[in-house]
């Protein structure tokens, strides 16, 4: 069993010694192993250990600690571990909350013309983050694998026309660098959900980041996905619903809309959906998008682009500006029902 120990009420000094003052404290009490230990100021000292509960000596903290069972597996991501929903800045945008974050753009930058006309339509319908990956993890060594370098300037000359935060994929720890550079938040694909070295080299940084949940990932894998994250100190991580691999072909994959309403009860990280990559059939984005809000999601991630049947990278599963139009005007009325507001750039990120 995890616990985790909040408000622990120790002497910590010098300052610089306060964690392994902790953790040994910890250890004394009678945890078996120390998971992480956060001294954020004075009042806000967290520790986490599995314990023994029956040998477990609270007493070795003080009277004002307060100790939460946690899930072993992902105990920051766990939302016994604080007070509230988690939400993410995201270049001015909030995601998490009472806001419903709508996130839309090509799947890939194709050009600085294709990348242009889309931002400005879908910002014009009330998207207020924009999406386009500049590396693309391909099935195929083959097919396209994005712009690279010259989409990432791309993307930066957009966002600082149109005022739109951009969240574009990291396939490479050694690329995050350049990438905070010129986006806003960092995706991890459902190929990279797994891949520990990357999930840890992100927690290193503060930047946001979308961690999409794998194909083959139970929740449990999910959640430990984004505690590689949040252990290294970045909390700002948005978890993405992408559709999971099933028995049934019909659809590219199986939305799991079920795990959406789950992590919601079990985490405090915001939770997004993302229809196009879950079905693959763009006549399924706008009622997948309603039921994604109604589910509890905290927004949604969706393919658009100005002429699908043109597209480098997943047109088949991409709406065109007109389409996610009509998407925004269906899903206004259910936002309200749901006393979620569709969550707008804020005045200071529009130019
Ligand atoms: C994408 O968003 O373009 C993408 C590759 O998604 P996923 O990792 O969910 O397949
Ligand atoms: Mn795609």
């Not at 994005?146 to 966002?159: A, K, N, P, T, W």
């Not at 959640?223 to 978890?239: D, F, K, P, R, W």
């Given at each position: 069993?995890?616990?985790?120990?909040?408000?622990?009420?120790?002497?910590?000094?010098?300052?610089?010694?306060?964690?392994?003052?902790?953790?040994?404290?910890?250890?004394?009490?009678?945890?078996?192993?120390?998971?992480?230990?956060?001294?954020?100021?004075?009042?806000?000292?967290?520790?986490?250990?599995?314990?023994?509960?029956?040998?477990?000596?609270?007493?070795?903290?003080?009277?004002?600690?307060?100790?939460?069972?946690?899930?072993?597996?992902?105990?920051?991501?766990?939302?016994?571990?604080?007070?509230?929903?988690?939400?993410?800045?995201?270049?001015?945008?909030?995601?998490?909350?009472?806001?419903?974050?709508?996130?839309a753009g090509p799947c890939a930058v194709e050009s600085s013309d294709m990348i242009s006309r889309i931002a400005w339509a879908v910002?014009?319908?009330?998207?207020?983050?924009?999406r386009g990956g500049a590396?693309k993890?391909r099935?195929s060594?083959y097919s396209f694998q994005g712009m690279?370098?010259d989409g990432?300037?791309i993307?930066?000359?957009i966002?600082?026309?149109?005022?739109?935060?951009?969240?574009?994929?990291?396939?490479?720890?050694?690329?995050?660098?350049?990438?905070?550079?010129?986006?806003?938040?960092?995706?991890?694909?459902?190929?990279?959900?797994?891949?520990?070295?990357?999930?840890?080299?992100?927690?290193?940084?503060?930047?946001?980041?979308?961690?999409?949940?794998?194909?083959?990932?139970?929740?449990?894998?999910?959640?430990?996905?984004?505690?590689?994250?949040?252990?290294?100190?970045?909390?700002?991580?948005?978890?993405?619903?992408?559709?999971?691999?099933?028995?049934?072909?019909?659809?590219r994959?199986?939305?799991?809309?079920?795990?959406?309403?789950?992590?919601?009860?079990?985490?405090?990280?915001?939770?997004?959906?993302?229809?196009s990559h879950?079905?693959g059939a763009p006549?399924?984005i706008?009622?997948?998008?309603?039921?994604?809000?109604?589910?509890?999601?905290?927004?949604?991630?969706i393919d658009v682009h100005p002429d699908p049947a043109t597209a480098k990278c997943d047109g088949a599963q991409a709406i065109l500006p007109e389409q996610f139009?009509?998407?925004?005007?269906?899903?206004?009325?259910?936002?309200?029902?749901?006393?979620?507001?569709?969550?707008?750039?804020?005045?200071?990120?529009?130019?």
């Amino acid at each position: 069993m995890a616990v985790l120990i909040r408000g622990v009420d120790l002497e910590v000094s010098p300052a610089g010694k306060a964690n392994d003052q902790i953790a040994s404290t910890l250890r004394s009490a009678g945890a078996t192993t120390v998971l992480a230990v956060r001294v954020n100021g004075e009042d806000a000292i967290l520790a986490v250990g599995l314990v023994d509960h029956e040998r477990f000596d609270l007493d070795a903290f003080g009277r004002d600690t307060e100790v939460v069972t946690v899930a072993d597996v992902a105990p920051l991501v766990d939302r016994g571990s604080r007070a509230g929903d988690t939400v993410v800045d995201v270049g001015g945008v909030q995601i998490g909350g009472s806001g419903f974050t709508v996130i839309a753009g090509p799947c890939a930058v194709e050009s600085s013309d294709m990348i242009s006309r889309i931002a400005w339509a879908v910002r014009a319908e009330g998207a207020s983050v924009l999406r386009g990956g500049a590396f693309k993890p391909r099935t195929s060594p083959y097919s396209f694998q994005g712009m690279g370098s010259d989409g990432l300037q791309i993307l930066s000359e957009i966002r600082a026309t149109t005022g739109l935060p951009v969240v574009s994929e990291v396939v490479d720890a050694r690329d995050v660098e350049a990438l905070v550079d010129h986006v806003d938040m960092l995706q991890v694909g459902a190929r990279n959900a797994q891949n520990y070295s990357l999930l840890t080299e992100l927690g290193r940084s503060d930047v946001p980041v979308l961690l999409k949940r794998g194909f083959g990932s139970t929740i449990d894998e999910w959640l430990g996905s984004a505690e590689y994250i949040l252990v290294e100190g970045n909390e700002n991580v948005v978890l993405c619903e992408r559709g999971i691999r099933s028995f049934d072909p019909s659809l590219r994959f199986t939305l799991d809309l079920a795990a959406v309403a789950l992590v919601k009860q079990r985490s405090h990280l915001p939770v997004v959906v993302d229809p196009s990559h879950a079905t693959g059939a763009p006549n399924l984005i706008a009622p997948m998008t309603l039921a994604a809000l109604a589910a509890g999601a905290d927004g949604v991630i969706i393919d658009v682009h100005p002429d699908p049947a043109t597209a480098k990278c997943d047109g088949a599963q991409a709406i065109l500006p007109e389409q996610f139009r009509s998407l925004m005007a269906e899903l206004r009325p259910v936002a309200t029902a749901m006393r979620r507001w569709i969550a707008a750039p804020t005045l200071s990120t529009i130019a």
